[in-house]
């Protein structure tokens, strides 16, 4: 009866039933969402310069999106994995450019759009205002009955019509076969233009009598036409086609219409990188339990003589711990360097929790040492005055080395790392054992020594500079502490002026970054001015100012997405 293409009603309302968003997806998450989810979501719920939060960051899909479409965006996760990965996601990503409405560009495009005389305001490049977006026209028949455009259009559009289709009869003239003229898939009219004798037309040519209307002129010329027909008729075509888009356009502009928010008009001469963006983690926080009228429970029990609360459930997060520390060991960024135990047993110390026995060394020439292990609070955060009463207690017992577990070291405790003969490893706890009565013992990375990083201040003139050296290592093997080159940090930032609670980065370098670099170079298929690639992975920073604050802070972070900051008074 007919056809009906795809291209005839491309766009469609989108309902309940999501059935198009699965798509190919090249994960690097195992649990990544699909883009298409996440961009239809933000773009039926957000315009615009809005801010977008997702509390599960993964590997960044929000993020990413909001990137794409203009959109602020903040994300959060519990895993440092999934945070370097969206970090490396988005740095490495190339996103489209958009026209933005109020821009002069998005001026002249929606003035084109709408066939209508561009806008005068001034233009400020405020995202807010939106993109310019493809639309799609309401048609009604009152939009074709008002449109008084389409007969200035047809003035100007129709003689070129008729003087094709003239054109066209008059190279007919003399020819004796009748054709064959196929309209809509049937055989139409059989026209003899031999039959009817000829006219003469008012430029003075001749035409068959009964040559062709203009509807009646065939799409494909029938076997047997003479060149100069062929050639007419394309020249007709070309004209009514030429015709036709006009008017469409002109109701299409007329009409009422709908904005497609997922088709902004794209300058493809252009591309953009991600906007500035920095990621933080929480200052070490800590957390005291309140009954329901904001009564610290513990001096309440204490008060009545009770137990501690929690005085089990703490003994139970200690032997959890104790367990999975005894399965999985001590990981460091190096896999050989991993301090796996023999023996891991209580001790009874004030601070010394547990003994536990590994070797250094290989074979018959290797020698047992023992570390003294402490474990920090299930909420709270290590302080250096701890790690000093543990190495003094170690120290008096006869150990080798403190191994401190926890999951937060204040700043200050992060900087302590030996005393008298006695190091001391700090052993950051992974956030699943928060929950380590349930996990089972022994999977993965669940205690990591990032080492401490090797940095110098150097004052020049009344600037100054922080050099990274490299992080320092400690070898379980030998018992020594190396330090590593720093291809070994993925980035490092500097808080010139460090106000003690947040860490503002004011200065950003990624010595052993290469991967997203690689990849943001790749993606743009353009070189990248050579100096400004390089000072991005230096090891010296700029010069800054003293700062006001009297302290300056350097964040490093590895390859795992592990990180420990130093802070240094000037
Ligand atoms: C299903 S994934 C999110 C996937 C993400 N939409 C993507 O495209 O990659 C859930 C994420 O939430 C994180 N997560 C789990 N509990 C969390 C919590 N309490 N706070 C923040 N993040 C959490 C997990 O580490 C995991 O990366």
């Known amino acids: 009866m007919y056809r009906r293409y795809f291209s005839d009603y491309a766009v469609f309302a989108t309902n309940n039933s999501w059935q198009d968003v699965r798509g190919a997806l090249s994960k690097v998450y195992v649990v990544q969402t699909s883009d298409v989810i996440v961009q239809r979501c933000l773009l039926m719920a957000t315009d615009p310069g809005d801010l977008v939060l997702d509390p599960t960051c993964g590997s960044g899909t929000t993020a990413h999106v909001a990137e794409q479409w203009g959109r602020r965006w903040i994300t959060i996760?519990?895993?440092?994995?999934?945070?370097?990965?969206?970090?490396?996601?988005?740095?490495?990503?190339?996103?489209?450019?958009?026209?933005?409405?109020?821009?002069?560009?998005g001026q002249k495009k929606q003035a084109e759009v709408t066939r209508s005389a561009p806008s005068m305001q001034?233009?400020?490049?405020?995202?807010?205002?939106?993109?310019?977006?493809?639309?799609?026209?309401?048609?009604?028949?009152?939009?074709?009955?008002?449109n008084t455009e389409i007969d200035v259009i047809w003035e100007e559009t129709?003689?070129?019509?008729?003087?094709?289709?003239?054109?066209?009869?008059?190279?007919?003239?003399?020819?004796?076969?009748?054709?064959?003229?196929?309209?809509?898939?049937?055989?139409?009219?059989?026209?003899?233009?031999?039959?009817?004798?000829?006219?003469?037309?008012?430029?003075?040519?001749?035409?068959p009598a009964n040559g062709f209307m203009e509807?009646?002129?065939?799409?494909?010329?029938?076997?047997?036409?003479?060149?100069?027909?062929?050639?007419?008729?394309?020249?007709?075509?070309?004209?009514?086609?030429?015709?036709?888009?006009?008017?469409?356009?002109?109701?299409a502009a007329r009409a009422e219409f709908e904005n497609l928010y997922d088709k902004p008009y794209e300058d493809k001469k252009r591309i953009r990188?991600?906007?500035?963006?920095?990621?933080?983690?929480?200052?070490?926080?800590?957390?005291?339990?309140?009954?329901?009228?904001?009564?610290?429970?513990?001096?309440?029990?204490?008060?009545?003589?009770?137990?501690?609360?929690?005085?089990r459930e703490a003994e139970n997060y200690r032997k959890a711990i104790m367990e999975n520390l005894a399965k999985a060991g001590v990981h460091q960024q190096d896999k050989k360097d991993a301090i796996r135990f023999d023996t891991l047993a209580p001790w009874p110390g004030e601070w010394i929790g547990a003994e536990g026995r590994y070797r250094e060394g290989e074979g018959e020439d290797a020698v047992e040492r023992r570390a003294g292990i402490f474990i920090g609070p299930e909420y709270g955060t290590v302080s250096r005055a701890d790690l000093v009463a543990c190495a003094k207690e170690a120290g008096d017992f006869g150990m080798d080395i403190v191994i401190a577990c926890a999951f937060n070291f204040e700043a200050h405790a992060q900087e302590f790392h030996r005393l008298g003969r006695v190091p001391i490893l700090h052993a950051r706890m992974n956030a699943d054992l928060h929950m380590a009565g349930d996990l089972k013992a022994g999977g993965g990375n669940l205690f990591v020594v990032f080492g401490e990083p090797d940095i110098e201040l150097r004052q020049e003139g009344d600037r100054y500079r922080v050099e990274l050296k490299g992080v320092d290592i400690f070898r379980p093997a030998t018992g020594t502490v190396e330090t590593s080159e720093p291809d070994d940090?993925?980035?490092?930032?500097?808080?010139t002026d460090y106000s003690g609670e947040s860490f503002f980065v004011r200065q950003a370098y990624f010595p052993g970054a290469e991967v997203p670099y690689k990849a943001l170079r790749s993606t743009l298929k353009a070189d990248i001015d050579e100096e400004a690639w390089d000072s991005?992975?230096?090891?010296?920073?700029?010069?800054?100012?003293?700062?006001?604050?009297?302290?300056?802070?350097?964040?490093?972070?590895?390859?795992?997405?592990?990180?420990?900051?130093?802070?240094?008074?000037?």
């Open 536 to 570: 991005l992975k230096r090891t010296v920073s700029r010069p800054f100012a003293r700062p006001k604050s009297g302290r300056i802070a350097v964040k490093v972070i590895n390859h795992l997405g592990d990180e420990v900051m130093k802070v240094l008074s000037i």
């Open 77 to 105: 996760d519990t895993s440092r994995v999934a945070l370097a990965l969206a970090r490396a996601r988005i740095m490495g990503a190339k996103f489209p450019w958009y026209l933005l409405a109020d821009s002069p560009e």
């Open 122 to 146: 001034p233009t400020h490049g405020d995202i807010r205002h939106g993109f310019v977006y493809e639309r799609l026209p309401h048609i009604m028949l009152g939009d074709i009955a008002r």
């Open 158 to 207: 129709q003689p070129a019509v008729e003087g094709a289709c003239a054109a066209l009869n008059a190279a007919l003239v003399g020819h004796k076969a009748p054709f064959k003229v196929e309209t809509g898939g049937r055989t139409g009219k059989m026209v003899d233009f031999t039959a009817s004798g000829t006219v003469t037309l008012p430029s003075g040519e001749e035409a």
């Open 273 to 311: 990188v991600a906007g500035p963006f920095t990621v933080e983690s929480l200052s070490p926080h800590s957390i005291s339990p309140v009954d329901e009228h904001g009564e610290l429970i513990d001096q309440i029990n204490a008060a009545e003589g009770l137990h501690l609360p929690g005085e």
């Open 215 to 251: 509807w009646e002129i065939p799409r494909k010329a029938p076997d047997g036409w003479p060149a100069a027909a062929k050639a007419a008729l394309e020249t007709f075509w070309k004209a009514r086609i030429n015709r036709q888009k006009e008017i469409d356009a002109s109701i």
């Open 489 to 495: 940090i993925a980035c490092w930032f500097i808080d």
